[in-house]
């Protein structure tokens, strides 16, 4: 009866619209951004805007939605990725790259670098250490992602396709290391724990690494 095929399809009907709109979030938040959205994207987090919770949220949409997308669930982010091109191939350009606002943003990277290899040092010498103010005020979410924008503009467009992929890593990279320090009051860090967080810091020296690649 049509009562009954009506009664079938509508668990399929809103199965679909499920995914569709999953599908969609995740798009969104992988997609390449054009200058014109970068630059509303840096204005936003200058007028505080944008915060570490929105950006978990927005990774844990994008997340949820790639696992229900056929060949995903054994793909690595970026590993592999047709997006992220061979720095020895990337175009850049030399006078902006040398211009004063991206050499001090370039300087800011290479700092961010070293002050991770710092933070893997302190936690090689005090497995107990609480790293998180020093992640909280040394790496400010609005000023990373303003530097690393601003370094992004000596590149053209083909390149920022996977260097803008490349800063969403390091900025998910870093909200993971903040949580996986995150330790109860009287409670010492396990053995397991450390090596989860010693993960996280190379993990998101090598998105670093793979970043300033671009600018040598």
Request: net charge neutral; charged share 25%.
């Amino acid at each position: 009866s049509i009562s009954h095929i009506n009664s079938q399809l509508k668990p399929t009907m809103k199965f679909s619209a499920a995914f569709l709109a999953l599908t969609v979030a995740s798009a969104s938040a992988f997609a390449p951004t054009t200058p014109a959205a970068r630059t509303s994207s840096a204005l936003s987090m200058a007028q505080g805007e944008t915060s570490r919770g929105e950006f978990i949220q927005q990774s844990l949409a994008a997340a949820a939605a790639l696992t229900l997308l056929p060949g995903n669930a054994n793909a690595g982010w970026l590993a592999g990725s047709p997006e992220v091109i061979d720095p020895k191939d990337a175009e850049v350009d030399r006078d902006i790259l040398a211009s004063e606002e991206v050499q001090k943003a370039l300087s800011s990277v290479k700092n961010y670098k070293a002050l991770i290899e710092g933070i893997s040092s302190t936690l090689a010498s005090d497995s107990q250490a609480d790293i998180g103010p020093t992640i909280r005020k040394e790496l400010d979410f609005v000023k990373i992602r303003a530097d690393l924008n601003t370094l992004n503009t000596s590149f053209d467009e083909d390149t920022q396709r996977g260097t803008d992929r490349l800063i969403r890593a390091i900025l998910q990279d870093i909200t993971e290391l903040e949580t996986a320090n995150k330790q109860k009051p009287g409670v010492a860090r396990s053995e397991i724990r450390l090596n989860a967080m010693k993960g996280k810091i190379a993990k998101l020296g090598k998105a670093f690494d793979e970043y300033l690649a671009f600018a040598n």
